[in-house]
Each structure stands twice: as C-alpha cells, then as structure tokens.
C-alpha cells in the first residue's frame, strides 16, 4: 500500500469538507479514490433508508450497468447481508459462490469476479455500506481492508458533518436529504443528457466539473439546471457533443431503427 | 427475500384506503392526513400543496392545534415545514421546548407549545426537484419516531406526494383514475435511478417542467399499462421518445 497515496486521499477528502459542502459530491470522490487506493474495479456506497432499501448514493463510475449492480443489493447480495450483520462481507470468487445467484449473475455479465462489503457505522448502528468489486478472483488483503474500513468510516463521519451526531433524528434527516439530493442529481444528468445528445455518465461529469469551475455544490447546481434558472453548456472542446441531441444512439453498435 | 417489506406498503395503503372509504370518495391527499395520525401515532396532521417552489397551499387538517401550527408557520416565516421544504430532508423536532428546538425557530418555537404541540415531525412531499407539498405532524407529548414508524411516515408521505401529482395530472385535463393505492404503485417503493433519468429527459424532449415531466411519465405507463420502471429505461436507452401533447397544443390556438 502507498502511504503517499493514502495521506493524500485523506487531504482531499477532508479539503471536500469545508462549510456547507456537497455530500455526494464528497461521496463521489471518496468512491473514486478507494478505486486507486484499494486497487479495485469499481466502489459504490450505498444507504439504508427508513422505508426499507438500500439505496445508491455514490459510485466511482456513474455507468448504468454498475448503478444497477449497486442496486440490485436491495434484494440480494454482499452489502445487503454486510448491513444486516454489521460485519464485512467477502466473496474472493463470484464464480463458485452460491449465496447470491441473481446477484452473481449480474456481476458476471459486468466483468467482476470478485466483491467485498464493507459497513458503514455509527455506535451500534449500521446505516450503509461501502461496496469495492474487482474483475479479478482473489481475496482482498487485510490491509486493503483496513483501509477500506477507514474510507466507509469516513463517509459516515461526512454524512453526519457539522450536525449534533448523538440524535438519531439527525441521522435520519441527513440520510434523507442525501438521498433527495441523489435523485435531484439523476434528474439533472437526464435532462442534460438529453439536451446535448450524451449519455447519462458523461451528463455527470460534466454537472461535476460545472460546479466546481462555478464554485457551488452539486446539487445546488443541479437543483437551478433541473429549475431551469441555470444553464449548462456542453463540453468547451465540444469533444462529447452529438449533433443531434436525442436521435444519436448513446453508443456506436446499434443499427438505426427502420 | 426482500429486504424490502411489502407489508409497510400494504397496510399504509389500507389505512388510507380506509378513511376514502369512510367518506365515500375517492382516495386522494387529504386521506393520507387523516390516515397517518392513527398510522404512526401523532396527535394530529396537516398537508400543504405547493404553490410554485413555496409551500403555501393548506388543504387538510386534522385538527385546531394542527391549523394553528400551519399558520404560525406562514406568520411567522419559520418554522420545521420550512426547513423540510428548502433541504428536501424530513425535520424532525422531538421535543420543541428543548434548547435546540428554541434556538432553530426561536419565533415558531414557543408559539408551538404554547399552541399545544411538543413535537412537530415535517415531511416535504418531493421527489428530487419535483415539489408536491408538505406533510406535517405533531405530538402533544415529546418523543422521536420510532424506526418503525419513520419509515411508514415517509410511506405515507410517498403517496401524499403521488396522490397531489395525480391530482394535478387531472386538473391538466388528462382523464385517469388516480393512482396510488389500487393503481399504479407510488412508484418510488422501489427506487430506480433510471425513473428520475427519464423525468429529466421529459422535461426537453416535452419541453415542460421537472413536475409535468414526471406527470406525463407516470401517465403513460399507466395508459399503456406498462412498469414505470420499463418506460424509463426505454427512454433512457433512447428507445422511446414521447412528444407534446397534442390536445394541449390544439387548446392553445384558440
């Protein structure tokens, strides 16, 4: 494990965290840098909401493939057995393993061999779980663990930032608010993607990388697009950009409906 | 198995198919008001509609304390409807004459217990950007929701929010029954990432805002008889483009 790697992670992630900052966003980087630190595939961070889901909050990549993947383990899988035991949950070779078929399956299809969960917790509670998936079989080593632990721990901390942790009324209001906000986001990223004729993966980077060049929180930004009383531009280099926005095929393969 | 519990659905539904039936009408909004008081154990309830981003509207209370507290709340410009209604997230205040309660709302507060209440639990009937209303509770005794009862108070409030926007759908002209218990699920039982994806594609591919987007949307699957979930991943995949309603631009040219 790189040290360097590991401190400068934790700098930027406690950099995210200034006054008022944007949570997903947070979670969004946090996603990105235990991929580079934990040498995995892709991570995911999903919360448990009241009604009774696990839902996705974050993801390294926003591709729908592994969206879905994240959030198929409402149903079955690693993080929905991790939040109910509170314990890490480990499955080194999706192939063999039996514990979840539908999930397994899915996981497959997706190119990952390999997946770990990882709770999300505060005292005694479980509310969430970090998710790392790899495209290789083998167990994950106790230090990439370790350091995995301490990024869920750290999304926990981040989602109960700057609010009085003792009451569990907070917790549920931050955990719902956080999740409107991701849904603020979805909608955003359709109604861009729409607009300039990309798909919903690039509609996110490019909200991501609007708000920061603006200096404001994602979901605020994405909340003023979705309103209406903000604009958002394409690509400057004008790389991404379809010339027909809505009739080009998200990506090249498909033929032409006749 | 699902983690999931269909029952929390089933038995929010029944109370509030119940309260359409001991009226003699349809089940609409101001049921899920009625409903929700016995269904999580509150004194009394209140429901909002939206007027553009502001909550305003006040269509149904349960009682005198409950008028009182929607009230105070416009007066005075504070208040935890407010607060709920500009973060998107329930507030939950379990105790107004703590010191938190008093420093947050320092007008609302006071006036609050002085009203008769000792809890006010607020509960902004959105889905992401879409704003349908407000759901408020309250207590004459302080004390939290319980897990339990959280999450069937945001069930109810899943359907308050699909009970307006339905009601909305038919003002508009569009001729359905309404959905929600009965009828097409309130859709955000089981959430889809893919739902909200295709609302904020409507909204150019229509031209019209984030709440007609997801109007039409549900509309469609239902005059189809399609999942909600099937029609947004069709648009999203761009398999599937829905275009202006025709009957509205034909009423325009008058």
């Given amino acids: 494990m790189d040290g360097q790697l590991l401190s400068e992670a934790f700098v930027e992630l406690t950099d995210t965290m200034v006054a008022d900052f944007d949570i997903i966003d947070f979670l969004h980087v946090l996603t990105s840098r235990s991929v580079e630190l934990l040498d995995v595939s892709a991570a995911g961070l999903l919360l448990a909401d009241p009604r009774g889901e696990l839902r996705v909050v974050a993801a390294s990549s926003e591709a729908a493939r592994l969206l879905e993947l994240f959030q198929l383990q409402s149903d079955q899988g690693p993080c929905l057995d991790c939040f109910r035991s509170g314990h890490p949950v480990a499955a080194p070779d999706l192939a063999s393993d039996q514990r979840w078929p539908k999930f397994a399956a899915v996981a497959g299809q997706a190119g990952f061999s390999a997946v770990q969960a990882l709770p999300m917790r505060l005292r005694d509670q479980v509310i969430g779980a970090l998710n790392l998936f790899r495209a290789t079989p083998g167990a994950f080593d106790a230090d990439s663990v370790h350091i995995g632990q301490a990024l869920a721990d750290v999304a926990t901390i981040g989602l109960l930032h700057e609010r009085n942790m003792r009451r569990s009324d907070t917790l549920n209001e931050q955990l719902q608010t956080a999740l409107n906000s991701r849904v603020i986001i979805e909608q955003a990223k359709g109604k861009l993607a729409e607009r300039l004729g990309i798909d919903v993966n690039q509609a996110f980077s490019l909200l991501r990388d609007q708000a920061r060049n603006r200096n404001q929180r994602l979901s605020d930004l994405a909340r003023a697009f979705v309103d209406g009383t903000q604009t958002i531009s394409g690509p400057a280099s004008g790389s991404a950009r379809a010339s027909r926005p809505g009739i080009r095929q998200p990506r090249p393969g498909p033929r032409p409906a006749s | ?254």
């Fill in chain 2, 1 to 254: 198995m699902s983690f999931y519990d269909g029952r929390r659905l089933a038995r929010v539904w029944g109370l509030i198919a119940e309260q359409a039936a001991g009226r003699g009408g349809r089940v609409a909004a101001a049921d899920v008001c009625a409903a929700v008081v016995p269904g999580v154990q509150v004194t009394g309830a209140w429901l909002s509609a939206a007027l553009d981003a502001q909550a305003g509207h006040l269509m149904q209370v349960t009682d005198e304390v409950s008028r009182q507290l929607a009230e105070l709340q416009l007066t005075l410009g504070e208040g935890p409807l407010f607060d709920a209604s500009a973060s998107g997230g329930p507030v939950l205040a379990s105790d107004l004459a703590n010191g938190e309660s008093w420093a947050r709302w320092p007008g609302f507060a006071p006036a609050a217990s002085q009203a008769g209440a000792a809890a006010v639990f607020a509960f902004p009937l959105v889905v992401g950007a879409i704003r349908a209303g407000v759901l408020g509770l309250y207590r004459d005794r302080p004390g939290s929701l319980s897990d339990f009862q959280l999450g069937d108070a945001l069930t109810f409030a899943d359907t308050a929010t699909m009970l307006l926007l339905d009601a909305q759908d038919q003002a508009g002209g569009a001729t359905r029954p309404g959905g929600g218990p009965g009828g097409q699920p309130a859709g955000l039982a089981f959430y889809r990432a893919e739902i909200d994806q295709a609302t904020g594609m409507l909204t150019e591919q229509l031209g019209v805002n984030i709440t007609d987007a997801f109007v039409r949307l549900r509309a469609y699957a239902y005059v189809n008889d399609l999942q909600l979930a099937d029609v947004a991943r069709d648009i999203v995949a761009r398999r599937l483009r829905l275009f202006p309603d025709p009957d509205l631009s034909l009423g325009d040219e008058t």
